[in-house]
């Protein structure tokens, strides 16, 4: 099976130009929180990306959310993301 991560970054490599992407998973820091679910990730997604550079960052984090959609039902509790230049 392949690792989740790289789901993720082929999902947003498919749909965005990007320099690089970090994935870092933060759930581990939730688990004492009241919605805490083990089958789901808290994630840091830093990206690089000249495209979502350009864009203002609502924008860039809208498309990022818009690819992720079915991961954000299912997969994802929560999600922060860094557009980094």
């Given at each position: ?28 820091k ?41 991961d ?14």
């Amino acid at each position: 099976m392949k690792n989740y991560f790289e789901e993720i970054r082929e999902k947003l490599n498919k749909e965005i130009e990007l320099e690089d992407i970090e994935i870092v998973d933060n759930s581990h820091k939730h688990k004492g929180h009241k919605s805490f679910s083990p089958e789901k990730f808290h994630l840091h997604l830093k990206i690089k990306s000249l495209y979502l550079n350009s864009l203002s960052r609502v924008s860039a984090q809208k498309i990022v959310m818009k690819i992720l959609r079915n991961d954000l039902k299912t997969k994802i509790h929560a999600l922060e993301i860094s557009i980094e230049k």
